[in-house]
């Protein structure tokens, strides 16, 4: 018959398996495999690609040589495409516009029933915050009209400059 010892030691031996395979291995908190794969990636707000949009405004104005002063409903759609290089944001947009901004003086009635532009635009991107300046050339029509459809219009070309801002709240919505 088995000793005691041999009993005791049998019995510890038995114990300690049966503790491993209910437990498992134990293992220190820093030597734990990563079951979380590789590192999210980061996800930058960029300016840059293709972009349209629709305008809705209001329109007032002068005419140097009498004394009315066109005013009216303006909406439009507009177009364009930005590239960016870290923070720098470059690109150019085109814009046209319909109006029924008029004003009558004497028999005769001024409109300006379409107008538009195509600018160059440059500018800094800080998050989904863009401030820049644009220029370029500016195009529209001016329209004098009687009564008995007496009418002369005129294409007139200009500039156009300035600066603005612009804010992103969704990845494919801007807000001006």
């Keep these: 018959m088995a000793s005691f010892a041999s009993r005791l030691y049998t019995a510890a031996l038995a114990a300690a398996a049966a503790s491993i395979a209910i437990t498992g291995a134990a293992s220190a908190a820093d030597l734990t495999p990563n079951f979380y794969g590789a590192p999210p990636s980061y996800l930058a707000f960029t300016w840059a690609g293709l972009y349209v949009g629709a305008t809705l405004g209001y329109e007032w104005g002068s005419i140097d040589n009498n004394p009315t002063h066109p005013n009216g409903v303006a909406g439009g759609f507009e177009t364009g495409f930005n590239w960016q290089?870290?923070?720098?944001?470059?690109?150019?947009?085109?814009?046209?516009?319909?109006?029924?901004?008029?004003?009558?003086?004497?028999?005769?009635?001024?409109?300006?029933?379409?107008?538009?532009?195509?600018?160059?635009?440059?500018?800094?991107?800080i998050s989904n915050v863009l401030l820049f300046g644009t220029a370029g050339l500016a195009y529209g029509e001016l329209t004098g009209t009687t009564s008995g459809n007496l009418s002369e219009s005129h294409t007139s070309l200009g500039w156009v400059a300035g600066f603005g801002r612009r804010r992103s709240k969704l990845r494919a919505t801007l807000v001006g």
């Design 85 to 125: 290089n870290g923070n720098f944001v470059y690109g150019g947009e085109a814009d046209i516009n319909f109006s029924a901004a008029n004003d009558t003086f004497a028999p005769w009635q001024f409109s300006n029933p379409w107008f538009g532009t195509v600018r160059g635009r440059a500018g800094v991107a």
